[in-house]
């Protein structure tokens, strides 16, 4: 008797069938044995798009940063570009983004610091529009097609002591400096009428200065700079309010100058000067008899302490007829804003250059004799 029910469904896979449906987990049968297929899971479809969006801003953007890299259309009619002096990368980035050099100021940068380009030297460069990175690198790396030159001047220097300076710089001459200095065509908005002396109306500064910079151009840029300042300070309504014009202002601040070596002691002197001037009083300042007879550092004789002139404040009431000097900002701001007090005397205290400050005679008598013990005067 045979062991096999004849009312028995025969199987419904082959042997390769059900392997197959271990190897392809997709297909499935329902309740009647039919196959159906398995619809895929909403994660899986989901980040199947992610991934495909990705890619194509991906893609999208390696092209966006490649055209910025190298713009099409070939490079484009020459620009100047001035490069100051200091410039980071950055801000290099963006003179070239702002002049049409570069597509993308972000790009150059992050571009240049990958391909270990800079720092670059001050100057002027020529550059094409819309060139590719690596060639405004290359003009970069090239150097500067002009180049500048520092002009330092102290605080402190005469009209002739900065036209020397001027005068070191090849192709300059001091002589013209001083010619047009002394000339006319440029003027100061503090100088008075019918004066063509520019004397402490140049302001102490560095200078960037470049092969077009002539006599004539550094001359007005040191002009422009004293203005700038003393607006700056507002010395025109600080003057009017001391009693005094601005030029006269601008006079105090140069003997300032020459007179205070301590910081502090600034504001000390020039409510010195005031009071003296204020009483009518000599103002007794060395350093203006100095500077007329062109001694700076050299002892004074007597016969040149005594000898009358406009500029010998030991002799003559009043301020002298110019500045003795071109002050700095320190100087200026202490001439418009003298410290509160009643000194009408100072003597030299130490070797640093403190000052003793007196109101009465008596205490500038033994401020005098301390001096002397310690061989200051």
Same mark, same amino acid.
């Given at each position: 008797m045979s062991d096999v029910d004849p009312n028995a469904h025969p199987p419904t896979h082959s042997r390769s069938d059900a392997h197959l449906g271990l190897e392809n987990a997709s297909v499935l049968e329902d309740a009647n044995g039919r196959r159906r297929q398995r619809r895929p899971r909403p994660w899986l479809r989901i980040l199947l798009a992610v991934v495909g969006v990705g890619l194509v801003i991906v893609l999208l953007a390696g092209w966006w940063v490649y055209r910025k890299i190298d713009p099409p259309g070939g490079p484009g009619a020459q620009v100047t570009v001035d490069v100051p002096k200091g410039s980071s990368?950055?801000? $290099?980035?963006?003179? %070239?983004?702002?002049?049409?050099?570069?597509?993308?100021?972000?790009?150059?940068? $992050?571009?240049? #610091?990958?391909?270990?380009?800079?720092?670059?030297?001050?100057?002027?460069?020529?550059?094409?529009?819309?060139?590719?990175?690596?060639?405004?690198?290359?003009?970069?790396?090239?150097? =500067?097609?002009?180049?500048?030159?520092?002009?330092? $001047?102290?605080?402190?220097?005469?009209?002739?002591?900065?036209? *020397?300076?001027?005068?070191?710089?090849?192709g300059r001459s001091a002589q013209k400096f001083l010619e047009l200095a002394n000339g006319g065509a440029v003027r100061?908005?503090?100088?008075?009428?019918?004066? @063509? @002396? %520019?004397e402490g109306l140049l302001y102490p500064d560095t200078y960037q200065l470049d092969e077009h910079d002539d006599e004539a151009r550094i001359l007005q840029r040191m002009v422009q700079a004293m203005d700038q300042k003393l607006?700056?300070?507002?010395? =025109?309504? #600080?003057?009017?309010?001391?009693?005094?014009?601005?030029?006269?202002?601008?006079?105090?601040?140069?003997?300032?100058?020459?007179?205070?070596?301590?910081?502090?002691?600034?504001? #000390?002197?020039?409510?010195?000067?005031?009071n003296r001037l204020e009483r009518g009083m000599r103002l007794g300042i060395d350093a203006t008899t100095r500077y007329e007879l062109k001694? +700076?550092?050299?002892?004074?004789?007597?016969?040149?302490? *005594?000898?009358?002139?406009?500029?010998?404040?030991?002799?003559?009431?009043?301020? +002298?007829?110019?500045?003795?000097? @071109?002050?700095?900002?320190?100087?200026?701001?202490?001439?418009?804003?003298?410290?509160?007090?009643?000194?009408?005397?100072?003597?030299?205290?130490?070797? *640093?250059?403190?000052?003793?400050?007196?109101?009465?005679?008596? *205490?500038?008598?033994?401020?005098?004799?301390?001096?002397?013990?310690?061989?200051?005067?």
């Open positions: 990368t950055a801000r $290099i980035a963006d003179l %070239l983004d702002a002049a049409g050099v570069v597509a993308d100021a972000r790009v150059f940068r $992050i571009y240049s #610091k990958i391909d270990g380009g800079g720092p670059w030297q001050a100057g002027t460069y020529v550059f094409r529009k819309n060139s590719a990175v690596d060639d405004a690198i290359a003009v970069l790396d090239a150097g =500067p097609q002009i180049s500048y030159t520092r002009l330092t $001047i102290p605080e402190g220097y005469t009209l002739e002591q900065i036209a *020397e300076r001027v005068g070191r710089i090849p100061s908005s503090v100088e008075p009428a019918g004066s @063509n @002396n %520019l607006v700056e300070l507002g010395v =025109p309504d #600080k003057a009017k309010a001391l009693g005094v014009t601005p030029y006269q202002l601008v006079t105090i601040a140069s003997m300032i100058e020459r007179e205070a070596r301590v910081p502090d002691e600034r504001p #000390k002197v020039a409510r010195v000067v005031y001694k +700076p550092t050299a002892p004074l004789r007597k016969s040149e302490l *005594e000898r009358d002139s406009p500029y010998n404040t030991r002799t003559r009431a009043g301020l +002298p007829p110019t500045p003795i000097s @071109n002050p700095g900002a320190a100087s200026l701001d202490a001439a418009a804003n003298p410290a509160d007090g009643t000194w009408i005397y100072y003597v030299i205290a130490d070797a *640093e250059g403190h000052h003793t400050f007196a109101t009465t005679d008596a *205490e500038f008598q033994r401020a005098k004799r301390a001096a002397q013990q310690k061989g200051l005067l």
